[in-house]
């Protein structure tokens, strides 16, 4: 939901994750398709995979999981909505849409 938030603001941006599932949520692509924003094309990566040089900020969602590979710049602290209801989705989504406009500030 991160990347596809950030892309609709205009930040070049990826996701990855320590534990990346084999499809996206369909949830989290709900959530995002309320706003009218598109997930298509995205997919589950490893942080394994991002080069983190091409950022200038990388930033943790948190979710519990510490991340030694990558030098996060911050950590949001979310929780997790993997399992829940659409509605933590949501609410993980309008946190993240939240702090990404507080960046462009």
Do not use: N
């Amino acid at each position: 939901m991160a990347e596809a938030l950030a892309k609709d603001s205009g930040h070049h941006s990826e996701s990855a994750g320590t534990h990346p599932g084999t499809k996206v949520a369909e949830s989290a692509i709900s959530a995002i398709e309320e706003l009218g924003i598109s997930m298509e094309g995205q997919f589950p990566k490893s942080i394994e995979d991002i080069d983190e040089s091409q950022f200038d900020l990388i930033i943790s969602m948190g979710c519990g999981v510490e991340c030694p590979k990558l030098p996060i710049d911050d950590d949001w602290g979310l929780d997790d909505p993997v399992g829940k209801p659409i509605e933590a989705y949501r609410e993980t989504r309008d946190i993240i849409r939240s702090r990404l406009s507080e960046l462009s500030d």
